[in-house]
């Protein structure tokens, strides 16, 4: 059997970015059952809804939709069920401090597999305010119409 090499990404929160400023961020392993693997290794995920919490000093991922395998048997696992994050103490102390602040949250950014093994990408975040969101599309916007400008510039210059 020939062991996987890199990073293949799985799931990822694109409305995490959109909706929280992202703060610290970690890389945990995930406890997983036979099929919660097989069905990953499909593809197939959801973070929309996830998030983590720590309790009585272990990370817990909630709420992350991993379908049932599609060649699963009785020993299915469920869905949505609560999955245990693998993390050194000292890391989730320091989250666990980081989450003492008011309005943060930890949020799954995506899940993957590194070398084989299915990781997740926690960050610490806090919450954007609707102006927030509209200060950041409008500066994408900018970016955009000045990257936009700049390549019809260089394109007439060549001419």
Do not use: C
Request: avoid cysteine.
């Amino acid at each position: 059997m020939v062991k996987e090499k890199g990073r293949k990404v799985v799931a990822q929160n694109r409305k995490a970015r959109h909706d929280f400023h992202i703060g610290d961020t970690y890389e945990a392993g995930l406890a997983l059952s036979g099929t919660e693997v097989k069905s990953l290794r499909e593809g197939r995920a959801t973070l929309a809804d996830a998030f983590a919490t720590v309790d009585d000093g272990e990370v817990w991922l909630r709420a992350a939709h991993i379908p049932e395998y599609s060649h699963g048997t009785w020993t299915n696992h469920t869905a949505r069920r609560t999955r245990k994050l693998l993390l050194h103490r000292r890391e989730i102390d320091k989250i666990a401090r980081e989450l003492e602040t008011k309005g943060s949250t930890l949020v799954p950014l995506s899940i993957y597999f590194n070398d084989g093994y299915a990781k997740v990408e926690l960050a610490v975040a806090t919450g954007k305010r609707e102006y927030d969101k509209r200060q950041t599309i409008a500066k994408r916007e900018a970016d955009r119409e000045a990257q936009r400008a700049l390549a019809t510039r260089t394109r007439r210059g060549r001419g």
